[in-house]
């Protein structure tokens, strides 16, 4: 819901596959176009925000569709699906607007269709985007929702990254604000994913917020100052932080 990568509208471990590591001197000097573009977006089911919101039906009429307000009114699980579908929206809108950023954030405009509807697994499917269809990855458990997404190629998604953990919550206390210890607790996940899949030193990794004309840009990854070929998304929800990043393959 809330998160890291726009202003609108667990575990800590690395998944399975992210064991390689990768010398980092040698991919500083490859730096491709990015051509694939994450997304992802966490919910904590748990906060009196996300509670009860699926009796509002104002709201369900704003940013679902008409299936899947049916599909959340038939579910034992009401509230927990309404928010699956939040989260694969809101993912889809954020990998997308990366190379269409006059794309319509409007939840109504994105259509969620997942294979099946398990609170306790994790649940491929697609997002219809104003622009297409993307596929999504969604992670459910009682705890919370976790979508995250690849625009640009539907077999991207199996070699995107991601994690979630929850916030401690004596994090990074002294002057900082909730919202930005939340910002922090997502890239201090990331960083530490990243440090792990990519054989460096954490404290070499730097994760940036750049901003163009007072507006917020995706987040940027710097290692040694140097700046890398690697897509990556933060979020963040009350009692979690979340993150899904996308290295391009070497050539050769």
């Known amino acids: 819901m809330k998160n890291a990568d726009r202003k609108p ?19 500083r000097k490859w730096k491709p176009i990015i051509l694939i573009s994450v997304g992802n977006d966490i919910v904590d089911l748990k906060t009196p925000e996300a509670k009860g919101k699926a009796r509002d039906i104002r709201f369900l009429e704003k ?17 927990a699906l309404l928010w699956a579908f939040w989260a694969a929206k809101e993912a889809a809108y954020k990998a997308m607007v990366k190379s269409t950023p006059d794309i319509s954030s409007a939840p109504g405009r994105y259509a969620v269709k ?5 609170p306790s ?21 009682a705890d919370y929702v976790h979508a995250r997404v690849a625009a640009g190629s539907p077999e991207a998604l199996e070699a995107v990254i991601s994690g979630s ?12 604000s909730l919202s930005e210890r939340e910002t922090l607790a997502a890239q201090t996940l990331a960083a530490a994913c990243l440090s792990r899949f990519l054989g460096v030193c954490k404290n070499t990794i730097a994760i940036n917020r750049p901003s163009l004309n007072g507006r917020d840009l995706p987040p940027e990854i710097c ?26 393959p070497m050539p050769g």
Not at 11 to 26: L, Q
Not at 114 to 118: A, I, K, P, Q, V
């Open 63 to 79: 940013v679902l569709t008409e299936a899947e307000r049916r599909a959340v009114t038939r579910f034992r699980y009401p509230d």
């Open 114 to 118: 997942l294979d099946t509807l398990d």
């Open 223 to 248: 290692i040694q100052g140097e700046k890398q070929a690697i897509d990556l998304s933060l979020s963040h929800d009350g009692r979690f932080a979340a993150f899904a990043f996308y290295i391009p």
């Open 9 to 27: 509208g667990s575990r800590d471990s690395v998944p399975s596959g992210t064991a390689r590591s990768r010398s980092c001197a040698i991919y």
């Open 165 to 176: 953990s929850r916030i401690p919550e004596d994090a990074f206390a002294g002057g900082l």
């Open 121 to 141: 697994g994790t649940i491929p499917g697609w997002v219809t985007t104003p622009l297409g269809k993307v596929p999504v990855m969604m992670e459910w458990n």
